[in-house]
């Protein structure tokens, strides 16, 4: 193999590992915003019982 098919072999494989972070940081921010809407909520329905 020349070196200009594994240097192309090495992009591939940095650029697929580089998507693949990316896709795992977005799936966790997802799961952090849901986490904080339910967190929101659930003090939101406390007050109001507290309020009454």
Same mark, same amino acid.
């Given at each position: 193999?020349?070196? @200009? #098919? %594994? =240097? +192309? $072999?090495? +992009? $591939?494989? =940095?650029? $697929?590992? +580089? %998507?693949?972070?990316?896709?795992? !940081?977005?799936?966790?921010?997802? #799961?952090?915003?849901?986490?904080? =809407?339910?967190?929101?909520?659930?003090?939101?329905? !406390? $007050? +109001? #019982?507290?309020? @009454?």
């Amino acid at each position: 193999m020349n070196t @200009k #098919k %594994l =240097v +192309a $072999v090495a +992009a $591939v494989f =940095v650029a $697929v590992g +580089a %998507l693949s972070s990316c896709g795992n !940081t977005i799936r966790g921010m997802g #799961k952090d915003t849901a986490n904080t =809407v339910n967190a929101t909520q659930s003090a939101g329905h !406390t $007050v +109001a #019982k507290a309020a @009454k």
